[in-house]
């Protein structure tokens, strides 16, 4: 179960904010998938949550956006940790009109608890 936190500069348009927030679930789940965590479309609720931060004056900005992923660590995860972070920045690249953004790829040790 990701969690993808998306911090932006004002500057940034409302429509590539949309479109990463219809766009992220996908292109994160598959470079995220693993053995252990496979990705089974349609997701369901729960399988992904966005987070958007608008940035703040006192806030230091080095790129207009940053698209932190934090997926549980698994050692085939980690194996190719950045290869993932890689297919996610070319798929966002390829999909949407952003150029200038960084990804972050976080693997903590962690668990998942939801009720329905």
Do not use: N
């Amino acid at each position: 179960m990701p969690l993808i936190d998306v911090s932006f500069v004002p500057l940034v348009p409302d429509a590539t904010l949309r479109a990463l927030a219809e766009l992220l679930p996908d292109i994160v789940s598959r470079a995220v998938e693993c053995p252990e965590e496979p990705y089974v479309p349609p997701l369901q609720p729960g399988d992904v949550e966005i987070r958007f931060r608008e940035r703040g004056p006192l806030d230091v900005v080095g790129l207009p956006v940053v698209i932190e992923v934090h997926s549980k660590w698994f050692e085939s995860r980690a194996r190719d940790r950045q290869e993932r972070a890689d297919r996610i920045h070319a798929e966002v690249t390829a999909q949407t009109e952003l150029t200038d953004f960084g990804v972050y790829l976080r693997l903590p040790v962690a668990a998942w608890a939801q009720g329905e």
